[in-house]
């Protein structure tokens, strides 16, 4: 049985400099669930991560609702990290509204790694999270008054945050719990 069968999960990641092992982790890890997967990305094109692997998102943040044949909110929402996340992510405007609304309507919202600062950033932490793996992360987390646990995995409410991309098959694992929940 695929757990996520006829749900839909949108995952967010970094321009450049993203985390390979996050991104392809997670997709590989989704992909037995049945979930239909988006990715988006602030330009749309053609990224490099932090190893020199490429990947092509399906559009563009802003383009996060226009995706073909899915209507309605996401089952949840995915920010992956990397070096790339500082710089693309943690300060875009679009980002914070999406994980917000989805949230307000129901969706589980999830982060890896350097990802976790846009939840934090969005008010939607609540005051700890899974430690990432990128002392930039740590010390914004810190500045924002979040406690960063020496755990995987940390889920809290329809929150869940995890450490790096070693990590995914059990942030899958708590997502399919959570989202079994979310209507269809």
């Known amino acids: 049985m695929m757990p996520l069968q006829e749900k839909n999960i949108l995952i967010i990641m970094p321009k450049n400099q993203f985390e390979e092992q996050e991104l392809f982790g997670l997709r590989q890890a989704l992909e037995p669930t049945g979930a239909r997967t988006v990715v988006v990305s602030k330009s749309g094109q053609a990224a490099t991560g932090m190893n020199r692997e490429r990947y092509t998102p399906d559009g563009t943040i802003i383009d996060w609702n226009k995706q073909e044949g899915i209507f309605g909110k996401y089952h949840a929402v995915i920010v992956i990290g990397g070096k790339g996340a500082a710089k693309s992510l943690w300060d875009d405007p679009i980002v914070p509204q999406i994980l917000v609304d989805h949230y307000r309507a129901g969706s589980v919202i999830a982060a890896i790694g350097a990802g976790i600062v846009v939840l934090a950033r969005?008010?939607?932490l609540n005051g700890r999270c899974a430690s990432p793996d990128l002392d930039l992360a740590i010390a914004e987390l810190d500045r924002l008054g979040i406690y960063c646990e020496e755990e995987d995995v940390i889920a809290d409410d329809r929150i869940v945050t995890a450490r790096?991309?070693?990590?995914?098959?059990?942030?899958?694992?708590?997502?399919?719990?959570?989202?079994?929940?979310?209507?269809?």
Do not use: F, M, R, Y
Not at 169 to 180: A, G
């Open 122 to 124: 969005a008010s939607l």
């Open 164 to 184: 790096d991309g070693s990590a995914a098959s059990s942030l899958v694992k708590s997502i399919v719990e959570l989202c079994q929940n979310t209507p269809t």
